[in-house]
């Protein structure tokens, strides 16, 4: 994978680094999916399974999951760990769009 041509992309793009078996991640599934539709053409939205894949949380720096990083323009200007709300994450895109 190459993730620095996603994340040097113009415009918008939230990574969220999870784990299948994590619960919390498992939570906000549903929610990430909705996100996708709400900002399509607009955020890339990506998921990357960071157990399966260790490499991912080498080049991302994760230690836990969900780790959600945003980047406007390549450049990193978000990070958080955790469950969040909808409209957190609604709340963070509608800012850096």
Known sequence: M???QIINSPGTTLVEVYASWCPHCRKMAPI???LKE???GQVNIVQYDGDAHPQIDEYFG???YPTWI???DGREVYRDT???EPSELEDLLDRNI
């Open 2 to 4: 190459d993730y620095t």
């Open 70 to 72: 945003l980047y406007k």
């Open 82 to 84: 955790g469950e969040m």
């Open 62 to 64: 994760v230690s836990s």
């Open 38 to 40: 709400i900002y399509a």
């Open 32 to 34: 990430v999916e909705n």
